[in-house]
């Protein structure tokens, strides 16, 4: 029996602009305390995946679902928009950048050498 797993994240290029990432799914939960509940487990797990070093090779987008979609509790469920939203937030906070490597886009962590030397 194979399983398969569908990406909803797609990356639409426009005229030599940067690629923006869509992807569809069903509407936010309304209730607000699963959501931030949900948001909080996937920022732990991702912060533990950082401290651990998962990311220093590259992490692609499915990898990372795979890894913070399970959660242990029967009414918590996590969606692609909560690890899009901490993955755009360790971004904003420049943690993290996006790379294309071979046509895949994955997730690196910034260089802090490299951005020290950037400034110096």
């Given at each position: 029996?194979?399983?398969s797993y569908r990406n909803s994240w797609q990356f639409v290029s426009q005229k030599k602009s940067s690629i923006a990432l869509q992807f569809e799914e069903w509407k936010a939960e309304k209730d607000v305390q699963l959501e931030s509940d949900a948001m909080l487990h996937v920022r732990q797990?991702?912060?533990?995946?950082?401290?651990?070093?998962?990311?220093?090779?590259?992490?692609?987008?499915?990898?990372?679902?795979?890894?913070?979609?399970?959660?242990?509790?029967?009414?918590?469920q996590i969606y692609p928009r909560h690890l899009k939203n901490v993955l755009y937030g360790l971004i904003q906070q420049n943690r993290l950048v996006v790379r294309n490597v071979e046509g895949r886009y994955s997730f690196y962590p910034v260089d802090r050498k490299e951005e020290h030397a950037k400034f110096n």
């Amino acid at each position: 029996m194979a399983l398969s797993y569908r990406n909803s994240w797609q990356f639409v290029s426009q005229k030599k602009s940067s690629i923006a990432l869509q992807f569809e799914e069903w509407k936010a939960e309304k209730d607000v305390q699963l959501e931030s509940d949900a948001m909080l487990h996937v920022r732990q797990k991702i912060e533990g995946l950082l401290d651990l070093e998962f990311f220093g090779h590259g992490a692609a987008p499915w990898q990372l679902f795979r890894k913070v979609k399970e959660t242990g509790q029967v009414h918590l469920q996590i969606y692609p928009r909560h690890l899009k939203n901490v993955l755009y937030g360790l971004i904003q906070q420049n943690r993290l950048v996006v790379r294309n490597v071979e046509g895949r886009y994955s997730f690196y962590p910034v260089d802090r050498k490299e951005e020290h030397a950037k400034f110096n």
